[in-house]
């Protein structure tokens, strides 16, 4: 059975400092996919990454950053900078790439709520 | 374009009743899947639905249904409701295709009282 586990509740930084989020996961499968979603108080999830298993390189985008690890099954998450915009819970998920549902059968985590201080 | 759609925002029930919850996907979406998040906890997937047809479904007992329609929207129906049904649930609508992500509407936010 695949299973994600965010160990981090709540996390709170001040504005400007870095923070990273981590995200550990379980699965039998040899091809799967990594996700990370934000979530603000409006209750919307809003995409921010996808990674396949079969790619390890690390990923910058702006202020984000994403570390895949799979010899120690963790892909996780750094905002550098951060900003007061950044507060939201954030979600790592998994789905398995070769199930029948494509993309669409996400195993959440708990999540981890960031909570930046101006 | 318009993203996905939910109505309602919010709906307050009382145990035993039926709810009904619908979902407009993005133009050009075939796939609509639900999910379940309960307060402090990330979403659990209920149903997919692709083409009209269900391709999945979650641990969630009979009282859950839903459909797809012709169009590609969707509803989601919950019987007997229970107090533990009370969650936001999510909408989100997708390609189908391994490439490609979902995207998440704004839920509706569903109290069982």
């Known amino acids: ?118 | 374009d318009a993203g996905v759609t939910q109505s309602p925002t919010h709906l307050i029930k009382t145990r035993g009743q039926h709810v009904t919850l619908r979902c407009s996907p993005i133009s050009g979406h075939k796939s609509v899947s639900w999910y379940q998040q309960v307060l402090g906890q990330g979403p659990q997937f209920i149903f997919q639905y692709y083409e009209k047809e269900e391709r999945g479904r979650g641990n969630f007992p009979d009282r859950f249904s839903a459909r797809q329609f012709p169009n590609y929207s969707s509803e989601l129906n919950v019987n007997a409701l229970l107090l533990g049904d009370s969650a936001l649930y999510l909408c989100a609508s997708g390609q189908g295709r391994h490439n490609s992500p979902l995207h998440f509407g704004n839920g509706t936010r569903l109290t069982v009282t």
């Open chain 1, 1 to 118: 059975a695949q299973k994600v586990t965010q160990a981090q509740t709540e996390i709170s930084v001040v504005e400007k400092e870095d923070v990273t989020l981590d995200c550990v996961y379980e699965t039998r499968d040899t091809t799967y996919y990594l996700f990370w979603y934000k979530q603000p108080p409006s209750g919307e999830l809003v995409f921010l990454i996808r990674r396949n298993s079969f790619d390890e390189q690390n990923e910058i985008s702006g202020r984000y950053s994403w570390n895949f690890q799979k010899s120690t099954s963790s892909f996780n998450f750094t905002i550098t900078a951060s900003q007061v915009v950044d507060s939201a819970v954030y979600f790592c998920a998994l789905s398995e790439a070769e199930s029948n549902f494509g993309n669409e059968k996400l195993t959440f985590g708990t999540g981890t709520r960031l909570t930046i201080i101006p």
